[in-house]
């Protein structure tokens, strides 16, 4: 089945250190995104692709970095320099930039800082 | 810069109960479109439906029906004889061009609680 999948569904970091979430999609979407979701907030965009070996900030990226090498995959790394990363993290993808299709959303991460 | 807005935080209403969640949105474009989603607790959103800023027809599906209104700004979403299985969390969101990239506002959310 296609879909998007998120991994780890917890990761518990220490304070200082660097830590990856995995995202990838097998739906052949050119654009991926990934969100921030805090309680009682909307969802705030981190970063977004929309097409390999290109990304761009949205409006949080400051302390956050993504690559993608791959047209499947998309992950995230939460660096030290990010003050507050306790939240949960939601990937998506999405059909080409050019139209206004609705976004397909994996399952999520949640990240604690010990 | 585009705006959406959920009043209401959290509603709950007693199973069978007709409930609406509101949206109000804020966009200088004349394109742009509108979503709803849906978060249950496993955390992953759902879409629901999306609508074009030209159709201003309602739409239902199933228990489901959205009353789009350009004049006011608004995109509401009704559930009616609501379950238990519609306890979620529902989202609003507004998506328009931003130099040939679709920026996507989401609303704060609405909690919705049914109680069986």
């Known amino acids: 089945d296609g879909g998007i999948t998120q991994s780890p569904k917890y990761l518990f970091r220490k304070e200082g250190q660097n830590v990856t979430l995995s995202c990838e999609q097998n739906l052949n979407h050119d654009a991926m995104y990934w969100y921030r979701q805090d309680p009682g907030q909307g969802l705030r965009l981190i970063y977004y692709?929309?097409?390999?070996?290109?990304?761009q900030k949205g409006d949080i990226a400051e302390g956050y970095s993504v690559s993608r090498e791959k047209k499947e995959s998309f992950p995230l790394t939460v660096t030290s320099a990010q003050k507050n990363p306790t939240a949960f993290y939601l990937c998506a993808s999405k059909r080409p930039t050019s139209s206004y299709n609705e976004q397909f959303f994996g399952p999520g991460t949640r990240l604690t800082v010990l | 810069a585009q705006k959406v807005t959920q009043a209401q935080t959290e509603i709950s209403v007693v199973e069978k109960e007709d409930v609406t969640l509101d949206c109000v949105y804020e966009t200088r474009d004349t394109t742009y479109y509108l979503f709803w989603y849906k978060q249950p607790p496993s955390g992953e959103l759902v879409f629901l439906i999306r609508r074009n800023s030209f159709d201003e027809q309602n739409e239902i599906s199933g228990r489901y029906s959205w009353n789009f209104q350009k004049s006011t700004s608004s995109f509401n979403f009704t559930i009616t004889a609501s379950q238990v299985v519609d306890s979620a969390v529902y989202f609003c969101a507004l998506s328009e061009d931003s130099g040939g990239y679709q920026k996507v506002t989401f609303g704060t959310g609405t909690k919705l609680q049914v109680i069986p």
């Open positions: 692709s929309q097409i390999v070996n290109d990304f």
